[in-house]
Nanobody, 124 residues
């Protein structure tokens, strides 16, 4: 089992920044690729980005590329989502997820473990 706990969400003005953290406990963190997803009210869950086990590869939703950066610190069992130039349309609950699979990391179905989510609200 892997337990994931997100933190760092909050209310920010448009153009501002937030850094989300995802702390993992349980089995070896470095065995898992990590993903970030978000879900806005009335909308389906959406892939935001992902990072490979060693951190060498990252993947992003087109609309956040250049604004968001995913990283991980395997020594600290933590993944991060740095969000800059935030827009009101980025408002959502953000979830981190872990997968031991090498499959399509943009697909939520491949993830085995999920955090409880953290709210990000961007005001205009």
């Amino acid at each position: 089992q892997v337990q994931l706990v997100e933190s760092g969400g909050g209310l920010v003005q448009a153009g501002g920044s937030l850094r989300l953290s995802c702390a993992a406990s349980g089995r070896t963190f470095s065995r898992y690729a990590m993903g970030w997803f978000r879900q806005a009210p009335g909308k389906e869950r959406e892939f935001v980005g992902a990072i490979s086990r060693g951190g060498g590869s990252t993947y992003y939703l087109r609309s956040v590329k250049g604004r968001f950066t995913i990283s991980r610190d395997n020594a600290k069992n933590t993944a991060y989502l740095q969000m800059n130039s935030l827009k009101p349309e980025d408002t959502a609950v953000y979830y981190c997820a872990a997968t031991g699979s090498n499959s399509d990391l943009t697909d939520g179905a491949v993830y085995d473990y999920w955090g409880q989510g953290t709210q990000v609200t961007v005001s205009s």
